[in-house]
């Protein structure tokens, strides 16, 4: 778990998607995504709108702590600021795609407002602050985790329209059996983490 | 309005938030491989949902309504810097252990959850008692993870060791899934004694 901060960019990024997921291997976003995945198509919407989400405030985050927050010495302020940062970011971007495309504001806009409480892009935002990545290493790693949840979230909304209908025991099902299901998720996922590994 | 026993046994039991709603797992579940970092992780979380609550309660009727989410989350992330303050300078070791999860109780949403549901329209203290009893009936579930985890992780409880020496370890209590598989079979086990009673009620 104490490797070193890995620079190249490409195993930063596949270590994001893959074997430190920020689902199955960091538990961020739990809570969007047990209650969406009942449905796939709006499990993509909304997978799609947290990766677009998390790239850009992990690059709006990433600007305000260091040439904001560090210079004032008000690093102790960060929780509120990123959060602000991430309200406000929702919210424009929601004003620019409502204006822009209704088609895409009818796919995407409606999930909008729910990921300002995700955690998983709050918890990007404090990576980014603990593990002191740059700029580049921020970006690619908000894209990276915002496409590895996006395929966690597809592929537990396919496995759940069959355990939807599978004879499960009353008290397991709902969120019973999913839980269970993401757990063997995250086992498979952890198969890759011979390859690489992300601190 | 129900009483204070009333609110107790609903949200430690009949209406836990874990069981019923699977709420606010996120910041928590991470740290569930060491008893010690779940007891403060979760009394980091109740402290906070007390806190909030109170709080939002006594300005109810100051909030406007149209931006009262911006200003509960403000008023949550007020408590959680005090958290987070208070871990660095006391247990520093153990805010380095629990890392950005502290930052996390933001965004846990049993905290906004108790506000809408709750703070909103009751009297400040049976408010902050209902923080509080969420905040049991959370630490309550996260504790028997947590407890089988250290235990057959790493053979030990609070950092002492119990298990005999040659026990061997099981890795996968150390890593991920086995946080998921252990909430699914918890919730598995409080839902079908719920179920039961419910039959026989």
Known sequence: MNATPLLNPFSLFFASIFTSNIL??????????????????????????????????????????????????????????????????????????????????????????LITVNCAILGVSLFIDIRTYSFTQSVIFGLGSGLGWWLAIMALSAIRKKTDKAPVPAGL??????????GFMAMAFMGFSGMLQVQ | MSSPGQIL?????????????????????????????????????????????????????????????IVQTLIIAFYVIIVDILLRAYLPDI??????????????????????????????????????????????VLMTIAVIRELLGFGSLFGIRIMPANFIPWTIMVSAPSAFFLLGIVIWIGKTIMNREGAAA
């Open chain 1, 173 to 182: 099902k709902g969120p019973g059996i999913t839980m269970i299901t993401i």
């Open chain 2, 95 to 140: 805010s380095r252990q629990l890392g950005p999860y502290v930052g996390l109780i933001i965004t846990n949403c049993i905290i906004m959850g108790r506000m809408e549901a709750f703070a909103q329209s009751n009297p400040p203290l049976l408010s902050a008692w209902d923080g509080i009893t969420s905040g049991i009936g959370y630490m309550a």
């Open chain 1, 24 to 113: 199955l291997a960091n538990f961020l976003g739990m809570c969007s995504f047990i209650s969406i995945s009942k449905d796939s198509k709006s499990s993509n919407g909304l997978g799609f709108a947290v990766t677009v989400v998390l790239v850009i405030t992990s690059a709006v985050n990433w600007a305000v702590l260091h040439y904001v927050l560090i210079p004032l010495q008000l690093e102790y302020l960060r929780y509120i600021v990123f959060i602000i940062t991430i309200a406000a970011t929702v919210q424009i971007l929601e004003m620019i795609i409502d204006r822009v495309s209704q088609a895409l504001y009818m796919s995407l806009g409606i999930f909008l407002p």
């Open chain 2, 9 to 69: 046994k609903e949200n430690v039991w009949t209406n836990n938030p874990i069981f019923m709603q699977v709420l606010g797992i996120c910041s928590a579940l991470a740290v569930t491989n060491l008893l010690t970092n779940t007891v403060i992780m979760t009394l980091g979380v109740t402290f906070t949902t007390a806190m909030s609550s109170l709080t939002v309660s006594l300005l109810r009727n100051y909030i406007p309504r149209k931006i009262r989410m």
